[in-house]
Nanobody
Framework: QDDPVEFGGGLVQVGGSLRLSCVAARRVLTIMGWYRQAPGKQRELVAEISRGGNTIIAESVRGRFTISRDDAKNTVYLQMDLLKPEDTAVYYC?????????WGQGTQVTVSS
C-alpha cells in the first residue's frame, strides 16, 4: 500500500484552527501537497512543498495556511488558521503531483459559522 494517510480533519468554528497531517508509506523524494474539493466544485491545489522547502500556496488561503514537511517522518503538514466557511471541503494529500497515483483517502474539514 503506497497511498499516503491523512489525519486531523474535523469540525471547527469560523476563525479557528486545524492541523492536517499526511504520512507517506515510504521516504518521499519529490513534492508533497494538499488539495481540496468542496461539494459541486473541482479539486483544487491548496499548497505544495518541494523537497528543498519551496512552497506554492493558493491565493485563497495565503497568509492563513502554512505547509511544512518532516522528511525524517515521511510527513507533510497543513496548518490552517483563521478558517472560513468557504474552507469547508474534503482535503486530500498528494505525493508527487496531481498526475501521480499517490493520493490519500481524504479528510473532511467543516467550518461552521
Amino acid at each position: 500500500q503506497d497511498d499516503p494517510v491523512e489525519f486531523g480533519g474535523g469540525l471547527v468554528q469560523v476563525g479557528g484552527s486545524l492541523r492536517l497531517s499526511c504520512v507517506a508509506a515510504r521516504r518521499v523524494l519529490t513534492i508533497m501537497g494538499w488539495y481540496r474539493q468542496a461539494p459541486g466544485k473541482q479539486r483544487e491545489l491548496v499548497a505544495e512543498i518541494s523537497r528543498g522547502g519551496n512552497t506554492i500556496i493558493a491565493e485563497s488561503v495565503r497568509g492563513r495556511f502554512t505547509i511544512s514537511r518532516d522528511d525524517a517522518k515521511n510527513t507533510v503538514y497543513l496548518q490552517m488558521d483563521l478558517l472560513k466557511p468557504e474552507d469547508t471541503a474534503v482535503y486530500y494529500c498528494n505525493i508527487g503531483g496531481p498526475d501521480s497515483g499517490y493520493w490519500g483517502q481524504g479528510t473532511q474539514v467543516t467550518v461552521s459559522s
